[in-house]
T-cell receptor
């Protein structure tokens, strides 16, 4: 199946640093979603984006829906140890209730206290 | 809050066994999904269901079947388990969305299946 190009694949940072990750696609999406998966848990939705150019924040997290509708970015400011986990982007291709999500392979984040 | 419950966190089965993975959601969601998650491969869709008794193949349906007899329950069935089906299995649900927006998926905590 189709997948998104998510980068970087993994990051190891110091506590307090800012983090950036992104997803790109050859297809246009009308929805971008960012999820986080804690170790041993299922993914949890962080931010949903519905409009090209949209910039949305959730605490220290900020995500943007790229203007071309083919990419999205997630930034985490002032990282803390509990930010550790795998971050997934997902894009949705079409409208309607039978729409299918296309997933990135994830960015694994490790934070050194 | 939406709750998606997977009946087992860990399962160990033998090759050739028939395996049932159960998932229940409590938000009256129409759509339910089964994914498997493997290192380096991300989330891959096995099957999904739009409504009771309806099912559709995802990207990797081979070796799996599903059952949706009741709206709240979606079962994944491995007819004859094989070692390459050792994986983390994630169930998710999603409600219908009257707008054109994508209604987000809500995931369970996963079942880690080991086939020996």
């Amino acid at each position: 199946g189709q997948q998104l190009n998510q980068s970087p694949q993994s990051m190891f940072i110091q506590e307090g640093e800012d983090v950036s990750m992104n997803c790109t696609s050859s297809s246009i999406f009308n929805t971008w979603l960012w999820y986080k998966q804690d170790p041993g848990e299922g993914p949890v939705l962080l931010i949903a984006l519905y409009k090209a150019g949209e910039l949305t924040s959730n605490g220290r997290l900020t995500a943007q829906f790229g203007i071309t509708r083919k990419d999205s970015f997630l930034n985490i400011s002032a990282s803390i140890p509990s930010d550790v986990g795998i971050y997934f982007c997902a894009g949705q291709l079409s409208a309607g209730n039978n729409r299918k999500l296309i997933w990135g392979l994830g960015t694994s984040l490790a934070v050194n206290p | 809050d939406v709750k998606v419950t997977q009946s087992s966190r860990y399962l160990v089965k033998r090759t050739g066994e028939k395996v049932f993975l159960e998932c229940v959601q409590d938000m009256d969601h129409e759509n339910m999904f089964w994914y498997r998650q493997d290192p380096g491969l991300g989330l891959r869709l096995i099957y999904f269901s739009y409504d009771v008794k309806m099912k559709e193949k995802g990207d990797i349906p081979e070796g799996y079947s599903v059952s949706r007899e009741k709206k709240e329950r979606f079962s994944l069935i491995l007819e004859s388990a094989s070692t390459n089906q050792t994986s983390m299995y994630l169930c998710a649900s999603r409600g219908l969305d009257s707008s054109l927006r994508g209604s987000p998926l809500h995931f369970g905590n996963g079942t880690r299946l080991t086939v020996t």
